[in-house]
C-alpha cells in the first residue's frame, strides 16, 4: 500500500467517524426533545425493552459502559499495547476508544487491523477494520472503532492482521 493510498483510508475513517458523531449528537437531541415534561421513568412509549447487562452498566443518561474484565484488560498486538479500553453504546451505536502505545524498538507503519467483538462461549458478534496509524517507539496514539450496532453487552475482543 503506497503513502497516497494509506492517506485515503485515514481520510476515509475520519469522514465516517465525523459523521457517527453527527447521527449519534442528532438522536440524543431528538431523544432529549421526545422526553418533554417527563420527571422519570423511561420513555418507551408501553414497549418492553430488555437489555442484557450482564457485562454493561447503564448510565443515567442511557449510555452503556462495558465492565467486562476480560474486555477491558490490557491487550497486545505485536509490539503495540493496547489499554485504557472504553467501550460504550449510545443510541444503538457502540464505539470502542482505547490507547496504543508502539513498545517496541522500531516505528510501526500504518495498518489496517481487524477487531472482533465476542460474547459468551466466545461466539462473534460483530467484526470491522480499523487503522493503526504510524507510531515512533514508545509513542502512544487513539484507536477509535464504531460499530452501528448494539454489541457493548460483550465479553472480550481479538485484534489482528486484516485480511
Same mark, same amino acid.
Given at each position: 500500500? #503506497?503513502?497516497? &493510498?494509506? $492517506? ?26 421526545? &422526553?418533554? +415534561? ?5 420513555? #418507551?412509549? +408501553? ?8 457485562? %454493561? /452498566? ?5 449510555? $452503556?459502559?462495558?465492565?467486562? @474484565? ?5 491487550? @497486545?498486538?505485536? #509490539?503495540? &499495547?493496547? %489499554?485504557?479500553?472504553?467501550?460504550? *453504546? $449510545?443510541? +444503538?451505536? /457502540? ?10 524498538? %522500531?516505528?510501526? &507503519? ?5 477487531? /472482533? ?18 507510531? *515512533? ?10 460499530? /452501528? ?10 485484534? *489482528?492482521?486484516?485480511?
Amino acid at each position: 500500500m #503506497n503513502k497516497n &493510498e494509506k $492517506r485515503w483510508i485515514v481520510l476515509l475513517v475520519a469522514v465516517v467517524i465525523i459523521a457517527i458523531v453527527l447521527f449519534v449528537a442528532l438522536g440524543m437531541s431528538k431523544n432529549k426533545s421526545n &422526553e418533554g +415534561g417527563q420527571t422519570g421513568g423511561s420513555n #418507551n412509549n +408501553g414497549a418492553e425493552n430488555v437489555v442484557d447487562n450482564t457485562y %454493561s /452498566t447503564q448510565l443515567d443518561d442511557g449510555t $452503556r459502559l462495558n465492565n467486562s @474484565t476480560n474486555f477491558n484488560s490490557t491487550k @497486545t498486538y505485536g #509490539n503495540l &499495547e493496547i %489499554s485504557n479500553i472504553q467501550f460504550a *453504546e $449510545r443510541n +444503538g451505536a /457502540t464505539v470502542l476508544l482505547a490507547d496504543v502505545k508502539n513498545t517496541g524498538s %522500531s516505528a510501526h &507503519e500504518i495498518e489496517t487491523v481487524k477487531i /472482533t467483538i465476542l460474547g459468551d462461549d466466545n461466539a462473534v458478534l460483530t467484526q470491522s477494520n480499523a487503522v493503526i496509524e504510524d507510531m *515512533e517507539p514508545g509513542e502512544t496514539k487513539k484507536l477509535n472503532v464504531t460499530f /452501528t450496532a448494539d454489541v457493548v453487552n460483550a465479553k472480550d475482543f481479538t485484534i *489482528e492482521a486484516a485480511d
